[in-house]
């Protein structure tokens, strides 16, 4: 197939498949999600992936009816329906088909959706060119939720500058970005925000931390300002489809690149690492 659509156990290509009216992803964005890449039929850190999402359905209370294995295993048979060796594997679970009512509908099984399409894998030299907003997001951002819509804004301002990325802040101290997290690097020291409510625990980011020990560069998890930022040797955003990715522009203005060694040796780090777990 050239991509793959998977709801409730039914499969077809994407724009062919179709879904409930009454879903609650439709009417509230009640549902979680969790993505990652694959390469030669191997779903990067799925495991790590599907863990996440797990804790995400608990944290809003949706029974998902089936366990980790079980998923992963559903995962791992659709990969190799895809005729692509780099793919996007996205999955998300509503809380049900029920009819509109803001209380949870009672009885009602999750739904499971799956979409698998080609994505070629982009390379680590290319410099972001990021802005930044206010972060109006609601206080959940530990959940991968499909509510969406504020990074949705963020992420077409950021387009609409010929920019990459958003980076979101709370007043001055900086959360993430629209679609990934951000971290600075400052006189050898990783500062990265620390995982609570205000974040998504990127699985990315874990890994850049994991880099970083590795290579004994001391890492930081405490809030960092918008000074910092805008003062940061460099300026890292991290996400499951981009892995290390270095800003030259933010607002407009220079920055970044007063560390370009440290930035060659986390981004070789974690690229070994990722050409080693799919047998690249």
Same mark, same amino acid.
């Given at each position: ?57 608990? @944290? ?10 079980? @998923? ?14 780099? @793919? ?74 010929? &920019? ?85 522009? @933010?607002?407009?203005?220079? &920055? ?25």
């Amino acid at each position: 197939m050239q991509n793959l659509g998977y709801y409730n156990g039914k499969i077809g290509l994407i724009e062919e498949m179709m879904i409930p009216m009454n879903d609650r992803a439709c009417y509230f964005g009640d549902g979680v999600y969790d993505a990652t890449c694959c390469k030669n039929g191997v779903i990067y850190l799925l495991e790590e992936h599907i863990d996440r999402f797990f804790n995400s359905a608990g @944290l809003m209370r949706i029974n998902l009816g089936y366990t980790k294995a079980e @998923l992963a295993d559903i995962l791992n048979s659709l990969v190799k329906k895809v005729d692509a060796d780099e @793919l996007f594997v996205y999955w998300q679970a509503s809380r049900g088909t029920a009819k509109r009512n803001h209380i949870f509908p009672t009885g009602v099984p999750s739904n499971l959706y799956i979409t698998i399409t080609p994505a070629p894998l982009k390379g680590t030299d290319h410099r972001l060119k990021l802005i930044t907003r206010e972060d109006t997001r609601f206080l959940h951002c530990n959940v991968k939720t499909i509510n969406l819509l504020p990074s949705v804004m963020a992420a077409q301002e950021a387009e609409e500058a010929g &920019c990459d990325e958003c980076v979101l802040h709370r007043g001055e101290r900086v959360t993430e970005c629209a679609h990934s997290n951000v971290s600075i690097i400052k006189n050898g020291i990783l500062k990265t925000h620390p995982c609570d409510h205000y974040i998504l625990p990127g699985i990315a980011r874990a890994h850049l931390i994991k880099a970083c020990k590795k290579l004994c560069i001391p890492v930081d998890e405490t809030p960092f300002t918008m000074d910092e930022l805008r003062d940061a040797d460099e300026i890292i955003v991290t996400s499951s489809s981009k892995f290390f990715l270095c800003a030259d522009e @933010l607002d407009g203005k220079p &920055c970044g690149g007063k560390a370009p060694e440290l930035t060659s040796a986390l981004c070789k780090e974690i690229m070994d690492e990722f050409h080693s777990y799919v047998g690249a």
